[in-house]
Every structure is written in structure tokens, then in C-alpha cells.
């Protein structure tokens, strides 16, 4: 058996409670010891409890230390590392949250959850400058319905049913502070600089954003915005 055979065989071991001890890993008597290996194991799984905890503090709050071990765990149990960079652990888990049946009561909770899984991409995402404004400022009026945006390597634009920047805003501090309105929210999150910002958008702004960010030309985002304010359209959702 090859080297790369035998990590294989580890690590699919490693992260599945039901596998065998791997072929050929034993311990100072020469025999495999499954409760040794076991107890390795469960630490793996208990540090990738501890990484999903520490990128989604606020959605940890919302539910608690209790609640969301228990949900982390069965993240685990189904969803396992793709990288060895733990940074990207978790890019699924708001997904997994909202299938969550016991997290049902709760049905900003995913929403949450991708809004700090944006954040923690931003924050390791690719440098690059942002467009000046006085670069846009100095086009001709002809030349500004056609023009097309490239989203930051850092941004993304979250739109929820759920007023969740001020969910996210409100748990910042040591005492939470409570939510003046529950309403849809569009938030824009993104580094263009050395610090990760979360904006929320103004209400009116949301459709046009979402065009914009899906690459279309400035005049359509104007004309999506436009008749989503005729139609009573709201900032959020969709």
C-alpha cells in the first residue's frame, strides 16, 4: 500500500466514527488500539466544533453554547473538510442550518449564519483596489447606462426576508441591543481596505444592488430598481 493510499485511509477513518482503526496504524504493543484512536478522533471532531463556533459567534449567541454544539456536531457528522485550511470550514453550514430541523423556530438563523460566513471570506479575500469616484464621476452621462461593474473580491451581497445586518449589528457588543424593526434587509458585505464593513442598505437600494452585483449594465439596474419601487418592492428578499 502506497503512502497515499495510507493518508487516505486515515483521514477517511479519522472522520467517520463508524470506520475501522486504518490498516497498519498501531501502538507501542504492535496492535491496533481502537480506544486511543477513538479518543483521537474525537478531538478532531471537537476542534471542527470549536472552528464552526468561532466564525459564527453571533449565530452561537442567538441560540446558545448548548444548542449550537449540537448542531455543529451533526454539521460535522455530515459535512467534512474539503480543505486543510480550517478559514473555508463552514461555507455550507448556513445551508445546513436552514435544513436544520430543530433551528426551524428560528428562520433567520441561516441568514445569519451566511452573513458571518461572508464576513470571514472577505476578511481573507484578495486585495484590490476599489473604483474611485471620481473616475465614475468623470464618464458622460451617454456612456453610464451601459457601463457594467466588477463586484470587489471581498463583496458579498446578502438579501434577506429578515432584518439580519441589524440582528448582526445588535450582537456586537458584550450586551445585545435590541432590534427597532423587523424588516427585509439587503446588506453588502466587503474589505476594501484593511477592515471588513457590513452595510445595510437603504430599502429602495436593494434591487438595484442585486442587478449591479449580477453583472448587469447600470441603466438596467436603474429600470429593476425603478419598477420595484412602482411595484411596492421592498430591499430585501429575493
Known amino acids: 500500500m502506497d503512502s497515499a493510499t495510507r493518508q487516505h485511509g486515515f483521514a477517511q477513518a479519522l472522520l ?3 470506520a475501522l482503526v486504518p490498516h497498519g496504524l498501531t501502538g507501542a504493543r504492535g496492535t491496533a488500539d481502537a480506544a486511543r484512536f477513538a479518543v483521537y478522533r474525537n478531538n478532531v471532531h ?3 466544533t470549536r472552528a464552526l463556533a468561532q466564525r459564527f459567534t453571533v449565530t452561537e449567541r442567538l441560540v446558545g453554547a448548548e444548542f449550537f454544539a449540537g448542531m455543529a456536531r451533526a454539521y460535522v457528522g455530515e459535512c467534512k473538510p ?46 484590490a483596489a ?29 438579501r434577506s426576508a429578515h432584518p ?13 441591543t435590541p432590534v427597532e424593526s423587523w424588516n427585509a434587509e439587503t446588506v453588502l458585505v466587503v474589505r476594501p481596505d484593511m477592515a471588513v464593513s457590513v452595510h445595510v442598505l437603504p430599502p429602495g437600494d436593494g434591487p438595484f444592488a442585486a442587478r449591479l452585483y449580477a453583472g448587469h449594465a447600470l441603466g438596467e439596474a436603474a429600470e429593476a430598481a425603478l ?8 430591499g430585501g428578499g429575493g
Open 16 to 18: 467517520h466514527p463508524g
Open 46 to 48: 471537537v476542534g471542527l
Open 82 to 127: 474539503a480543505s486543510p485550511l480550517l478559514m473555508h470550514y463552514g461555507d455550507d453550514f448556513p445551508d445546513f442550518i436552514a435544513g436544520f430541523a430543530p433551528a426551524a423556530a428560528l428562520p433567520y438563523l441561516a441568514d445569519v449564519a451566511r452573513l458571518e460566513a461572508a464576513w470571514t471570506r472577505a476578511y481573507h479575500a484578495a486585495d
Open 130 to 158: 476599489p473604483l474611485a469616484l471620481a473616475r465614475l464621476a468623470g464618464l458622460a452621462p451617454e456612456e453610464m447606462a451601459g457601463l457594467t461593474l466588477r463586484a470587489h473580491p471581498s463583496a458579498t451581497l446578502l
Open 164 to 176: 439580519v445586518g441589524a440582528i448582526w449589528a445588535a450582537h456586537q457588543g458584550a450586551t445585545v
Open 227 to 234: 419598477a420595484a419601487a412602482c411595484s411596492g418592492g421592498s
